[in-house]
C-alpha cells in the first residue's frame, strides 16, 4: 500500500460553486482512511472566483495548484500540468463532478496502487460507434456514414474496455508520458484519450499495468470482472467508492433506462 497519497480535485472556471461546495461537504462527511495530501487545481479562474471558491474550502487543509493555461485543454490538460509538477507520485484524479460517497475511501483505492498497478473507481465496456444512428432522411444517412467512417478510425466496436476518467488512480509517471504529446483541441481528443484505439486504458496495458476497479466493499475487480465490482451502470450501483455525474444520473433513471445503459455498458 503506498503511503504517501495524492488527490487532486480539479475545479474549473466552466463549473457553479455549487461543485465544490458538494464536494467539500462530502469530503468533510467520510473520513478517508489514509492521511494524504489534497491539491486542489484551479482552471480558468480569476482571483476573485478563487478567493470565493477558498471559502468553501476553509475547513478543509489543501494545496492549490493555479493551472497557469489560459484556453480550454479540457480536464486532461490541467492533469497533464499536475502530473508533470507532481511527477513520478501517485495521485487519485477527480474532476469536478466527483466526491467520495464512503468511509475510508482512500485507503481502499491506494490500498492495491503499487508501481505496476492502476485503480479505477469505474470502468466499462462500452464502445462510442454504437451511439451513431441510422436515422431515415437521405441527408442524415450521409451523415451517419462520415461520421461513421470516422470515428471507425479512432475507436473499436464493442466490447471496448476503458477505465472511467472522471476519477482514477495512477502514477503520474505514465500519465504524464502518455499525454505530453497529445492535442487536446476539442471534445473529440478527449473520448480519444478515453476510449480510443490508442486510449490511456490501452497505453496502461502496453506498458504491462495491470488495472483493477475497487468498490465500496474494498475489493478488487480484474477486467473481466469490472461489472460485477457493482460500481457502474450495474443493479444499483451499490458499491461506489466516488459518485460522478454518470453514476448520479443512473441512479436516477428508470427501469427501462437502467436496463438499457447496462446493456450498453456490458452486453
Given amino acids: 500500500m503506498v503511503k504517501k497519497a495524492l488527490v ?11 461543485k465544490i461546495n ?44 493555479i493551472d497557469p493555461c489560459k484556453i480550454n485543454d479540457w480536464d486532461f490538460g490541467s492533469y497533464k500540468r499536475v502530473a508533470k509538477k507532481y511527477y513520478n507520485k501517485d ?22 496502487k503499487n508501481k505496476k498497478t492502476v485503480i479505477a473507481t469505474n470502468a466499462s465496456y462500452e464502445s462510442i460507434l454504437d451511439s451513431i ?36 488512480l495512477v502514477n503520474s509517471k505514465y500519465f504524464y508520458n502518455y499525454l505530453k504529446n497529445k492535442s487536446l483541441k476539442n471534445k473529440y481528443d478527449t473520448l480519444k484519450i478515453e476510449s480510443g484505439k490508442n486510449s490511456l486504458t490501452n497505453y496502461f496495458k502496453r506498458k504491462k499495468l495491470d488495472i483493477y476497479v475497487v468498490n465500496s466493499d474494498g475489493n478488487k475487480f480484474n477486467e473481466a470482472n469490472w461489472k460485477f465490482s457493482e460500481t457502474y451502470m450495474y443493479k444499483n450501483q451499490m458499491k461506489n467508492i466516488i459518485s460522478d455525474k454518470y453514476t448520479r444520473s443512473y441512479n436516477l433513471a428508470n427501469k427501462n433506462k437502467k436496463n438499457l445503459a447496462m446493456k450498453n455498458t456490458w452486453g
Fill in 91 to 112: 495521485i487519485l484524479f477527480l474532476n469536478s463532478h466527483s466526491y467520495p460517497i464512503c468511509h475510508n475511501w482512500v485507503k481502499k483505492l491506494f490500498y492495491y
Fill in 22 to 65: 458538494d464536494f467539500a461537504k462530502h469530503y468533510k462527511k467520510y473520513r478517508s482512511g489514509l492521511k494524504h495530501k489534497l491539491i486542489i487545481c484551479f482552471k480558468l479562474l480569476d482571483s476573485k472566483d478563487i478567493e470565493n471558491a477558498k471559502k468553501s474550502l476553509k475547513a478543509i487543509k489543501f494545496e492549490a495548484f
Fill in 133 to 168: 444512428k441510422l436515422k431515415g432522411q437521405i441527408h442524415k444517412i450521409i451523415r451517419y456514414l462520415i461520421r461513421k467512417n470516422k470515428f471507425s478510425k479512432d475507436f473499436t466496436n464493442f466490447p471496448n474496455p476503458h477505465i472511467g476518467t472522471n476519477s482514477f
Fill in 8 to 18: 487532486c480535485y480539479l475545479y474549473t472556471g466552466f463549473d457553479s460553486i455549487q
